[in-house]
């Protein structure tokens, strides 16, 4: 009967000691990105362009030179999800080639007559709300970015084309937590397959400090008829995710129609991002 009751005793801790482990393994799984609800972060950023466009003796020149105010408002949503409104605060966007001078400023007056500006404009001051997940990647699209009818010169006005669907990682957040054992140098891939294109991008930790972790990538962008090798570095903040910082150049060859025309195209473009906390 002794010998009985210690295998009980002993079954029991067996029970105990699995049903602990499980319980830790069920919170490292559901550990959250430990961003603050209430919290309020501004992402301003700058991008410059310059586009080469040939066909046979004709050959085009553009510049264009762009700066994005952004707010992103965190809040605490259900399921153990983030509620983010995104608010694009103000767009100033030039366009020169030759004679031809283009100059959006969403603080002036919009020109109605032109699809362009009218494009721009449909995105500036309006709230959009996504969900987010641990990893920091979408779970869900409260109210999405509108479909603006754009003409073929958008493509010149070096202003980015955020991909925010459903399982996308969000723009401001990169999970650090999955880096912390990564070495100095140590290099991951990241491969993507659109509709449009091939995506692969790899990915290495170039330094670590205290507060914060940069990591550096390059990536090759296949994407109907143009080919794009981008390189740049991130700065990540270690406790939130958030990405303080971002550098990017860009160099695209390939073609190109505008005003219904194909040409041969080259373009460069860089693009300095800076994220802080408002509130």
């Avoid at 003796?57 to 153990?80: F, H, L, M, P, R």
């Avoid at 404009?121 to 709230?127: D, E, I, L, M, Q």
């Avoid at 479909?147 to 006005?157: C, E, N, P, R, Y």
Wanted: glycine share 6%; net charge positive.
């Amino acid at each position: 009967m002794k010998k009985l009751m210690i295998n009980q005793y002993q079954a029991i801790l067996i029970v105990l000691m699995l049903l602990t482990c499980f319980k830790t393994n069920a919170q490292q799984k559901i550990l959250k990105i430990p961003l603050n609800a209430g919290k309020t972060y501004l992402k301003v950023t700058v991008i410059k362009s310059e586009s080469h466009l040939q066909n046979g003796q004709v050959k085009i020149n553009i510049s264009s030179a762009a700066t994005v105010s952004k707010t992103y408002k965190i809040e605490a949503g259900t399921g153990g999800l983030f509620d983010v409104t995104v608010v694009t605060n103000k767009i100033t966007n030039s366009i020169a080639s030759g004679n031809d001078q283009f100059y959006f400023d969403s603080d002036s007056v919009v020109n109605s007559k032109s699809v362009l500006a009218t494009a721009i404009a449909s995105t500036v001051g309006k709230p959009y709300v996504f969900q987010i997940d641990s990893g920091g990647a979408i779970a869900s699209v409260k109210t999405d970015y509108p479909k603006a009818a754009i003409d073929t010169v958008f493509g010149f006005t070096g202003l980015e084309q955020e991909d925010l669907s459903v399982g996308k990682k969000f723009p401001l957040i990169a999970d650090i937590r999955s880096l912390k054992n990564l070495k100095i140098g140590e290099k991951w891939s990241d491969p993507a397959l659109t509709a449009n294109g091939e995506t692969v991008t790899e990915f290495w930790i170039q330094s670590r400090a205290e507060t914060v972790t940069t990591i550096a990538f390059s990536k090759t962008i296949t994407n109907l008829g143009l080919n794009t090798q981008s390189t740049g570095t991130y700065v990540v903040d270690n406790i939130t995710g958030v990405i303080m910082q971002r550098k990017v150049q860009n160099f695209t060859t390939g073609y190109q129609t505008l005003k219904n025309t194909s040409y041969v195209s080259s373009r460069s473009s860089t693009i300095t991002e800076n994220c802080s906390v408002v509130n």
